[in-house]
């Protein structure tokens, strides 16, 4: 057992220093490439969630813009047709107004129309009786013989 002993610190001591060698190694490894690698793909998936969330705070703003514009063209058109019924109702009144102004003046006339034709037809009456007895013995003349008189044949 001595002998087995005896190689296994042998083997021990030959295998110093490729621990240290191992070790230096690792310790080589981390400094110079583990660390900086780590550091390098933190760093980008850090940018990489970064432009991730960059980009889904830029769509919900453009979301929220489109909404705001969207709102904002609904209460424009709102606008825009309240307006053009207060015209349509302002214009409606205005030609009820001009109608109702039209229809006035239009009685006006026929009543001053109606009423010129009243006093020419009395006028005319008048004009009338005034000529009947003129108009009816210029009749019977035409009408009796000549040697008759209007008062022979009252009789």
Same mark, same amino acid.
Do not use: D, K, S
């Given at each position: 057992m001595d002998v087995i002993l005896h190689q296994l610190g042998d083997l021990i001591v030959g295998s110093i220093?490729? @621990? @240290? +060698?191992?070790?230096? +190694?690792? +310790?080589? /490894? !981390?400094?110079?490439? /583990? $660390?900086?690698l780590t550091r390098m793909l933190a760093e980008r998936r850090e940018r990489t969630q970064g432009a991730v969330e960059k980009a889904a705070a830029a769509i919900a703003a453009a979301d929220a813009k489109t909404q705001e514009y969207e709102a904002r063209l609904r209460a424009a058109r709102a606008e825009i047709y309240r307006h053009r019924e207060q015209l349509i109702h302002q214009w409606n009144v205005e030609r009820d107004n001009a109608l109702a102004c039209a229809r +006035?003046?239009?009685?006006? !006339? @026929? !009543?001053?129309a109606e009423a010129a034709l009243k006093h020419q037809a009395a006028e005319a009456h008048k004009q009338i009786e005034g000529s009947t007895e003129q108009l009816a013995s210029q009749i019977l003349q035409a009408i009796l013989?000549? $040697?008759m008189a209007p008062a022979e044949s009252a009789r």
């Open positions: 220093p490729t @621990i @240290i +060698l191992f070790v230096f +190694l690792v +310790l080589a /490894y !981390r400094v110079l490439l /583990y $660390g900086p +006035l003046a239009a009685q006006e !006339r @026929i !009543r001053a013989p000549a $040697g």
